[in-house]
């Protein structure tokens, strides 16, 4: 399985950007996806997930009301809608994916990741 992230790029506070992860070798159908963030020196960060029939959805609390996680099973795509973006918001971030209904939170419970996406918010 792979996963390839992009999308990212450099945008003003208060702007949006959408992030893509595809995935491939293998069936999109049950895996659940998520996006985590990172900047050096820290850890990485849970932003958003969503399970594999996209019932269910979860946030990290610095984006909730700001982001929406969604996914197309035809184009095998998760998507990062980022609205309203802050400076914190600056990250590498990532994609991931879990076989199975797990902890959509937990970096451990992932079973692929993507290389990740730069994205840099200016003031």
């Known amino acids: 399985v792979q996963l390839q992230a992009s999308g990212g790029g450099l945008v003003q506070a208060g702007g949006s950007l959408r992030l893509s992860c595809v995935i491939s070798?293998?069936?999109?159908?049950?895996?659940?996806m998520g996006w985590f963030r990172q900047n050096p020196g820290k850890g990485r960060e849970f932003v958003a997930g969503?399970?594999?029939?996209?019932?269910?959805?979860e946030y990290g609390d610095s984006v909730k009301g700001r982001f929406t996680i969604s996914r197309d099973s035809a184009k095998n795509t998760v998507y990062l809608q980022m609205d309203n973006l802050k400076r914190e918001d600056t990250a590498r971030y990532y994609c991931?994916?879990?076989?199975?209904?797990?902890?959509?939170?937990?970096?451990?419970?992932?079973?692929?990741w993507g290389q990740g996406t730069l994205v840099t918010v200016s003031s």
């Open positions: 070798g293998r069936s999109f159908r049950g895996y659940g």
């Open positions: 991931a994916a879990q076989l199975g209904v797990r902890d959509l939170q937990q970096m451990h419970e992932y079973d692929f």
């Open positions: 969503i399970t594999w029939s996209g019932g269910f959805t």
